[in-house]
């Protein structure tokens, strides 16, 4: 169980244009969804959490205006990255809670952006 | 910061025992996790602490001392397919679900 689905896997586009993201949780409702940033070599940075029905909260250094995130669903949260720029280009990793008792994140298997 | 440290890199032999460690900031602490993650996948999940204590599933085990901000990430008997990185996260605050990752470790196992 716990399984995490996103879409796509692999994108390139034209600096300018925007680009969704998809993360869905498969078999569980997921009250809480994460967005995270992993540039080559690094760490995951959490950029945002997503609750259901509400606003995303982001974390500081990360601009809510070109990262628009839709938690529509118990099972679909969007990460939207208007007009991206190669400095954007990165792999973009979601992850889900089961629930309010349950503290491990699942992850989806991540969205490899590129920006030309 | 949460500052999280754990060795950048780690080579062991197949079949082997290899301990993998982390330090975090005490202050705050709520619960540590270790997650493997393969080169351009997603994490996985291997375990969770909040207690002082071994856990122990299958081959891999998971250590924490609260007191100590210390915790590390035993694997027994190393198969090849173990190669990867391992990363060390605890949770941002009591009361936060939201997690804080080190930068991991790449672990290497050598025939």
């Known amino acids: 169980g716990a399984v995490v689905s996103q879409h796509p896997s692999r994108v390139i586009c034209k600096s300018g244009t925007s680009v969704k993201i998809e993360c869905r949780s498969l078999?569980?409702?997921?009250?809480?969804m994460f967005w995270y940033r992993q540039f080559p070599k690094q760490s995951l940075m959490l950029m945002a959490t997503?609750?259901?029905?509400?606003?995303?909260?982001?974390e500081q250094g990360v601009e809510k205006d070109k990262f628009l995130i839709n938690h529509a669903s118990l099972t679909l949260s969007t990460l939207t990255v208007t007009s991206a720029h190669p400095e954007d280009s990165s792999f973009y990793i979601c992850s889900a809670r089961l629930g309010r008792s349950t503290d491990t994140q699942y992850f989806g298997p991540g969205t490899r952006l590129t920006v030309l | 910061g949460q500052n999280i440290d754990q060795p950048t890199e780690m080579t062991a032999t197949e079949g082997a025992i290899v301990q993998i460690n982390c330090t975090y900031q005490?202050?705050?602490?709520?619960?540590l996790f270790w997650y493997q993650q393969h080169a351009g996948e997603a994490p996985t999940f291997l375990s969770y602490n909040v207690l002082d204590g071994l856990e122990e599933k299958g081959r891999f085990s998971s250590f924490l001392s609260r007191s100590k901000g210390y915790s590390y990430l035993l694997l027994k008997e190393l198969q090849m397919k173990d190669s990867a990185s391992y990363l060390c996260?605890?949770?941002?605050?009591?009361?936060?679900?939201?997690?804080?990752f080190g930068k991991g470790t790449k672990l290497s196992v050598i025939p």
């Open positions: 997503s609750n259901e029905g509400s606003k995303a909260t982001y």
């Open positions: 996260a605890r949770r941002m605050g009591a009361g936060s679900y939201q997690l804080t």
């Open positions: 078999d569980f409702q997921a009250t809480t």
């Open positions: 005490t202050s705050g602490f709520n619960g």
